[in-house]
Each structure stands twice: as structure tokens, then as C-alpha cells.
């Protein structure tokens, strides 16, 4: 009796560890799949490795996705980076858009720089990038 309620206990505990890891790889497979839809050559394995790391893969997916559409491509490594450094990658990402609009060369390794110095330096970039834009209109 002792035996068969041991046997169902491990049973149990065991589908549960199945189910969690499941949930985890359908959602991964669910990005994934978005990623793919965005036209992003990404790896299965790559974006496993990004939630096992605690990586918010859509929003690295996100801003891959509208660097390229701007015309400055990032690689999804350093989005990864740079997140993982602590940084907030949409807002760089967009700074480095604002800034080239703005005909300020900025690359994203150097607006990360920024991001990672603080709030005012990044601050800073986007304000003078914004500037520019509006004297170029007027």
C-alpha cells in the first residue's frame, strides 16, 4: 500500500515538472513562430536560451524588428546585451532612430553606452536629435 501511494506521488510530481516545462517550450515555440512571421532568421534553440537567461524574447523580437524596418539593423545579440547589461532596449533602439533621422550618426553600440550611463545622457542624445530634426523642418 505504502508502495503504490509512493509510485503515485512520483507519478504526479513527475507530470507536473512535464507540464511546467511544456508550458515554458510552447511559449518559446510561440515566439518563435511570431519571429519567423516577422521575417526574423532566429534558432528554436537561441530563443530557449533567451528565456533560460529571463530575456523578454518579444521585446528583443521588437526591437530587432523595427531597427531593421528603419534601416539600422541590430543584431539580436547585442539587443540581448544590452538588456542583459541593464538597458532598455526599445528606448535605445528608437533613439538611435530618432538620432539618424536627425543626420546624427549614432550606432546602437554607442546610444547603449548612453542608456547604460543614465537616463540624462540618453536624454541628452534624443533632445539634440530632436533639435536637429526641427531646424532641418524650419
Do not use: C
Not at 8 to 30: N, R, W, Y
Amino acid at each position: 500500500m505504502k508502495v503504490q501511494y509512493i509510485n503515485k506521488v512520483v507519478f504526479i510530481a513527475i507530470a507536473i515538472i512535464i507540464s511546467i516545462i511544456s508550458m515554458g517550450l510552447l511559449q518559446v515555440f510561440i515566439q518563435w513562430v511570431r519571429a519567423l512571421h516577422s521575417n526574423v532568421n532566429v534558432s528554436y534553440f537561441k530563443l530557449v536560451g533567451m528565456r533560460l537567461r529571463k530575456v523578454p524574447i518579444q521585446t528583443i523580437i521588437d526591437a530587432h524588428v523595427l531597427s531593421r524596418s528603419e534601416g539600422h539593423p541590430v543584431e539580436l545579440d547585442l539587443l540581448e546585451a544590452h538588456y542583459l547589461a541593464g538597458g532598455n532596449v526599445l528606448h535605445t533602439v528608437q533613439t538611435v532612430i530618432d538620432a539618424n533621422k536627425a543626420n546624427v550618426k549614432l550606432d546602437f553600440k554607442e546610444a547603449a553606452a548612453l542608456d547604460l550611463a543614465g537616463d540624462q545622457m540618453l536624454e541628452v542624445a534624443k533632445n539634440i536629435a530632436k533639435r536637429q530634426v526641427l531646424e532641418q523642418h524650419h
